[in-house]
């Protein structure tokens, strides 16, 4: 099983509907994120947690939203959004502190029609 | 303002001959440097890291160089092989700033049987 779980894999959902993304790590780690990744563009940083805090928002619009319940679960919870947020969301975990490579999930593939 | 740059989208080498990937960063409070490999529908894995106290790290086929001065680190792998295909992110982080993780574009990298 791989350390960092995100699920669905796959997301379809119209504009007007709520759903939400999940992460979960297993590998004790205390920093969690989100990272956005659309075509021909650069991994691209949204939300940083460390130790279950939001230290990082890097201008993200409010229809995308983090919860962090501990520090092993990270969601990200979606709401009106745009066709333009279609993208591969990938949820990464990491030990801040120390110079570690982050771990990664397999990431959810979002269409927003 | 992107701080990790990787100004060849696209790469294409022999199998068994050498493949050279380049990345560029602008931010001078980076100390650890990072290279992903990524597969179609997954997300990065983890590759080899350098740390800004070295100049080279090698594991096997893949050497990652880091040039200081000229805020420039390279990932050789050789023999390259088929299975090397993939997109290759470059990424940057610094232990001051929490830890997380600044990508690059990304190179695809195909190797040619």
């Known amino acids: 099983e791989t350390g960092v779980t995100q699920t669905p894999r796959h997301l379809v959902m119209g504009m007007t509907n709520k759903k939400s993304l999940k992460c979960e790590q297993h590998?004790?780690?205390?920093?969690m994120y989100w990272y956005k990744q659309s075509a021909k563009k650069p991994l691209e940083l949204m939300f940083v947690?460390?130790?279950?805090?939001?230290?990082e928002n890097n201008s993200v619009p409010s229809r995308f939203s983090p919860e962090c319940p501990n520090s092993s679960h990270l969601f990200l919870h979606l709401h009106t959004l745009q066709p333009e947020d279609s993208a591969l969301y990938l949820c990464?975990?990491?030990?801040?502190?120390?110079?570690?490579?982050?771990?990664f999930g397999q990431g959810t593939r979002l269409t927003v029609v | 303002d992107q701080q990790v740059k990787q100004n060849s989208p696209s790469l294409s080498v022999q199998e068994g001959r050498i493949s050279i990937l380049n990345c560029d960063y602008t931010n001078s409070m980076f100390d650890y440097f990072l290279w992903y490999k990524k597969y179609p529908a997954e997300g990065p894995t983890f590759l080899i890291s350098?740390?800004?106290?070295?100049d080279k790290n090698e594991d096997g086929r893949f050497t990652v160089f880091l040039n200081k001065s000229a805020k420039h680190l390279s990932l050789h792998i050789v023999p390259s092989q088929p299975g090397d295909s993939a997109v290759y992110f470059c990424a940057a982080s610094a232990k001051s700033n929490t830890g997380k993780l600044i990508f690059g574009q990304g190179t695809t990298l195909q190797v040619k049987p």
């Open positions: 590998l004790g780690h205390n920093a």
């Open positions: 350098i740390s800004s106290i070295k």
């Open positions: 990464a975990s990491s030990q801040v502190g120390e110079n570690t490579e982050a771990f």
């Open positions: 947690y460390n130790f279950k805090e939001q230290t």
